[in-house]
Every structure is written in C-alpha cells, then in structure tokens.
C-alpha cells in the first residue's frame, strides 16, 4: 500500500490562505469521505483538524476546512498565523489489508 | 478528556521482541464506542498504522499486513491499558511509536487522541 502524496512544502504569509492536496486512488481516498487531515509541531503527536473530509473536532478553529475531489483531498488553511506553521498529514481508509494509510506529509511555513 | 500514557523500552536489541504499554483515562478500553490503536514514525517510513484492537461483544483485532507476522496487541481490562507487541525487530524498526484511539462516533473513526509518543531504537 502506497502512502498518499502530499507537496513536500507550501508557504504562506499571515493572513494568506493556503490550500495542501493528497492524492490517493479510488482505494482510499477516492472510494471513501474517510480522509482526515492532523497538525504535527516538532517533538509532538499529531492533532485531529479535520475528520470525514470536512468535519472539524471541537475546538478546531475554523479557518481549517477540508473537502474532496475525486482521488484528492485538500485542506485550506484560511487567515494563516505562526502557530500553523507545523507539519500535515492526511489519513484516509483504504480497502486495502492495511486499513489506514497516510500522506506523506507537507511542511507548512509562514513567511 | 481522553488521556493516553505510554510506557516502555526506549532501547531494544536486533531480533528481541518491542514491548509497550497504553495507559487510558477518560475512556474505557472496553468501550463499545471506541477502537484502540498502535502507530509509528520514522523519517524512512513516515506514518505507519501498524494495528488496532476494540470490543464489540468480543474482542476484535486488525493488523497491517507490513507486520502481521510479528504483532500482538492485547488489551488489559483490569488496568485500562493494552500493549503491543513486536517481535523479530531490526534496526528498521527503530521509530517513535504512538498509542491512539479511534472514536466510532461516526462512521469514518477518526483517530482523534494520541499518546505522547515513545521512541524506540532497535539497536545492540
């Protein structure tokens, strides 16, 4: 089972608005509104920000947001700030023997 | 609030078995609401879901095809907890291994609390 792909990095300035793909196949991600997407700081585990493509976890602000487009899902991340400078990784269902796969992971920087 | 506390080695040898340990508060491991998982990263390998048990009237297990021939999660109802169990290892082993739940409060389970992360060197 291959991992999904992710751009390696994306950039913005405060208040810009960035947007992370993940493209997967019609196994996972395609065949499923099971992709969520977590934020990672350094030297930390991984936090849920989006959950059945779109939902938010309580507490999550909403300048994340998540939606899904054939094989690809993305996050938008809206009104960037420091704090989200971190990495992200999507997570989707795969009807595959390993159940859960993940993205590769993007790097996001805030100018 | 659901809280996960993990124990165990951080050092384990070439072909010696890994073993760690899940502490769960604000939850139940034998929850028929919940799923309870085992996840490693390394810069090789990225996130890698390795196994998961949970309790339906029974005890349910899946494990990643990667590493279903040296894996055992077990749950410990009278401590709350569950383990894995990773035999055979090799220095490709070597990661920082997480503790998770899955909330089955819809039907994507999302993995929505982790443990601090452990991490463990296979090395002699």
């Known amino acids: 089972q291959s991992a999904l792909t992710q751009p390696a990095s994306v950039s913005g300035s405060p208040g810009q608005s960035i947007t992370i793909s993940c493209t997967g196949t019609s196994s996972d991600v395609g065949g499923y509104n099971y992709v969520c997407w977590y934020q990672q700081h350094p030297g930390k585990a991984p936090k849920l920000m989006i959950y059945d493509v779109s939902d938010r976890p309580s507490g999550v602000s909403n300048r994340f947001s998540g939606s899904k487009s054939g094989n690809t899902a993305s996050l938008t991340i809206s009104g960037l700030q420091a704090e989200d400078e971190a990495d992200y990784y999507c997570t989707s269902y795969t009807s595959s023997s390993t159940l859960y796969v993940f993205g590769t992971g993007t790097k996001v920087t805030v100018l | 609030q659901v809280q996960l506390q993990q124990s165990g080695p951080g050092l384990v040898k070439p072909s010696q078995t890994l073993s760690l340990t899940c502490a769960i508060s604000g939850d139940s491991v034998s929850s028929n609401s919940a799923a309870w998982n085992w996840i490693r990263q390394s810069p090789s390998r990225g996130l890698e879901w390795l196994g998961r048990t949970y309790y339906r009237s029974k005890w349910y297990n899946d494990y990643a095809i990667s590493v279903k021939s040296r894996i055992t999660i077990n749950p410990d109802t009278s401590k709350n907890q569950f383990s894995l169990q990773l035999n055979s290892v090799t220095p490709e082993d070597t990661a920082v291994y997480y503790c998770?739940?899955?909330?089955?409060?819809?039907?994507?389970?999302?993995?929505?609390?982790w443990g601090q992360g452990t991490l463990v060197t296979v090395s002699s």
């Open positions: 998770a739940r899955q909330g089955t409060y819809t039907s994507g389970w999302p993995i929505d609390f």
